[in-house]
C-alpha cells in the first residue's frame, strides 16, 4: 500500500474516533475516488496518482467555492473551503518561485527546448515533478513565457 493511501486511512480512523464529521466526510470523499479509481482501472494507486486525484479534488473545491461565492453563498463557499484544507494537509509543501523557475529552467535545458512548438516536451518534463506542489496552470503561463 502506497504511504499516501495508508496516511489517508489513518486520518479517517482519527477523524472517526474524534467524531470530526465533517473532516470525516472530507477524506471519505478522498478515499472513495481513489478506490473509484483502483476498481475502475483494478491496479493498486501509487503516491503520484493519489497526488493528481487530490489536486484534481481540490482545484474542483476552489472552483465551487469561487462559483457559491459569486451568487452569494458564502456558507456553502466556506465548506469548499474548509475541505480544501483538509485536503491540502496531504500534499506535499508547495514550492516557490525561485524553486519553480529554477525547474524551468532546467526542464528547458533537458529538452533542449528552442520554441512555442517545444511546450509538450517541457510540461511532460516538469509535470511529474510539480504534482500536487504548484499549480500546472500557472506553471504552464510561465513556461510559455519563457519560451517566447
Known amino acids: ?10 486520518a479517517v480512523k482519527d477523524a472517526m474516533r474524534a467524531r470530526d464529521k465533517a473532516r470525516l466526510g472530507t477524506l471519505r470523499m478522498a478515499t472513495a475516488a481513489i478506490k473509484q479509481v483502483e476498481v475502475d482501472e483494478r491496479i493498486e494507486l501509487d503516491d503520484a496518482r493519489i497526488l493528481a486525484l487530490l489536486d484534481k479534488q481540490i482545484k474542483q473545491r476552489k472552483d465551487a467555492a469561487q462559483q457559491y461565492r459569486d451568487a452569494g453563498r458564502n456558507d456553502l463557499a466556506e465548506t469548499e473551503e474548509a475541505e480544501m484544507a483538509v485536503l491540502q494537509e496531504f500534499l506535499p509543501t508547495p514550492l516557490t518561485d525561485a524553486e519553480i523557475d529554477a525547474l524551468i529552467d532546467d526542464a528547458v535545458a533537458q529538452t533542449g527546448a528552442a520554441g512555442m512548438q517545444d511546450m509538450g516536451k517541457v510540461m511532460g518534463v516538469l509535470k511529474p515533478r510539480l504534482q500536487g ?8 503561463g510561465k513556461v510559455k513565457q519563457r519560451l517566447n
Not at 500500500?1 to 489513518?10: C, E, G, H, V, Y
Not at 506542489?133 to 504552464?140: K, L, Q, W
Open 1 to 10: 500500500m502506497s504511504a499516501l493511501k495508508d496516511q489517508l486511512n489513518t
Open 133 to 140: 506542489r504548484a499549480d500546472i496552470g500557472a506553471v504552464s
